[in-house]
């Protein structure tokens, strides 16, 4: 398996556009998690899915996050309008439950999404 | 709250010695915690994993151990290498979801 696959790798925008970041998970897996990782905020859980399906988006930062899952091999997490304040590297993660809490299982990620918005 | 804090935001040592790196968490019901290493330009890579009714586990050249009553979590890195150099997360899974949260990370650097 090549592992968790997101694209772009790097996004240079625009205040204002819209931002759309993709990944596809490992075959089998059926947790997908998005993470937003700046200097001052570290790692944080935007919105997790199981089977597909969007169980908790509370770490959302608003409206202009939305974040999909079609079918068990492709998500996307889109920014509409972007702003400065959201240039961070977006990583995209996902896990095989194992019968446990789903973040008591370890984590593939992907390589990251750095995203600047001028 | 529920929060994952290090000690240390960067640690220097030379190759061939041995690291450690701490991490204190608040939750005191979190049953799991795990380390990652994350290079430059890269995303956090899995390191090791402990659960709660353990107190030490052990992998190739590293060691975690976890002290429930003073909420600590150490990794061990014996014989750092050069390409032990990258930013450590430690990670509890102690979210009301079970999430694994993350803590802000340790720069290690290794001199040759």
């Known amino acids: 398996d090549a592992g968790v696959i997101q694209s772009p790798r790097h996004e240079v925008t625009e205040m204002g556009q819209e931002v759309t970041l993709r990944c596809k998970p490992i075959s089998g897996h059926d947790y997908l998690f998005w993470y937003r990782q700046t200097m001052m905020r570290g790692l944080e859980l935007l919105i997790y899915?199981?089977?597909?399906?969007?169980?908790?988006d509370s770490g959302m930062p608003e409206d202009r996050f939305s974040a999909k899952m079609p079918n068990a091999s492709f998500s996307t997490l889109k920014i509409q309008p972007s702003e400065p304040r959201d240039s961070a590297v977006y990583f995209c993660?996902?896990?095989?439950?194992?019968?446990?809490?789903?973040?008591?299982?370890?984590?593939?990620f992907g390589a990251g999404s750095r995203l600047t918005v001028l | 709250g529920e929060s994952v804090g290090l000690h240390l935001p960067t640690l220097s040592v030379q190759e061939g010695d041995n690291s450690i790196i701490n991490c204190a968490y608040s939750n005191s019901a979190s049953d799991y915690f795990i380390w990652y290493k994350q290079e430059s330009g890269k995303g956090p890579q899995f390191i090791i994993d402990i659960r709660s009714n353990m107190d030490k586990r052990q992998g190739q050249r590293v060691t975690v151990l976890l002290n429930k009553t003073v909420k600590h979590l150490s990794l061990q890195i014996a014989a750092t290498q050069p390409g032990d150099s990258a930013v450590y997360f430690c990670?509890?899974?102690?979210?009301?979801?079970?999430?694994?949260?993350f803590g802000k990370g340790t720069k290690l650097s290794v001199k040759p």
């Open positions: 899915f199981n089977n597909n399906v969007p169980i908790d």
């Open positions: 990670a509890e899974a102690g979210g009301s979801q079970g999430n694994l949260i």
């Open positions: 993660a996902s896990s095989l439950n194992r019968g446990r809490k789903p973040g008591a299982n370890v984590l593939t």
